[in-house]
Nanobody, 124 residues
Framework: QVHLVESGGGLVQAGGSLSLSCAAS????????MGWFRQAPGKEREFVAR????????LYADSVKGRFAISRDNAKNTVYLQMNSLKPEDTAVYYC?????????????????WGQGTQVTVSS
């Protein structure tokens, strides 16, 4: 059974940092690209970052480029999202997701597995 479990969310002041983790099980983690998405109240789920199987190729949304960093540890079946210089507009539920395809997936529909999400709240 596939499980993706996010952790590390919380409340932080603007300008602060948070580090999210997503532990995967039930599938061959190293064979999947991993992504982070977020969804704010009343808004659609939006792409944040993506990392390919080997960790070499990385893609970020323009809104987080230079502030967020995605990484993965295939030995630990875990993907991370380091978030720095946080802004109130970063407030959302953050989800990790797994993509078994070979393209550069940046839409939610392209991902196969999803976690339950972790809340990130940035106060001004």
């Amino acid at each position: 059974q596939v499980h993706l479990v996010e952790s590390g969310g919380g409340l932080v002041q603007a300008g602060g940092s948070l580090s999210l983790s997503c532990a995967a099980s039930g599938f061959v983690f190293s064979s999947y690209a991993m992504g982070w998405f977020r969804q704010a109240p009343g808004k659609e789920r939006e792409f944040v970052a993506r990392i390919r199987r080997s960790g070499v190729s990385i893609l970020y949304a323009d809104s987080v480029k230079g502030r967020f960093a995605i990484s993965r540890d295939n030995a630990k079946n875990t993907v991370y999202l380091q978030m720095n210089s946080l802004k109130p507009e970063d407030t959302a539920v953050y989800y990790c997701a797994a993509d078994g395809g070979v393209g550069v997936a940046t839409t939610a529909a392209e991902y196969d597995y999803w976690g339950q999400g972790t809340q990130v709240t940035v106060s001004s």
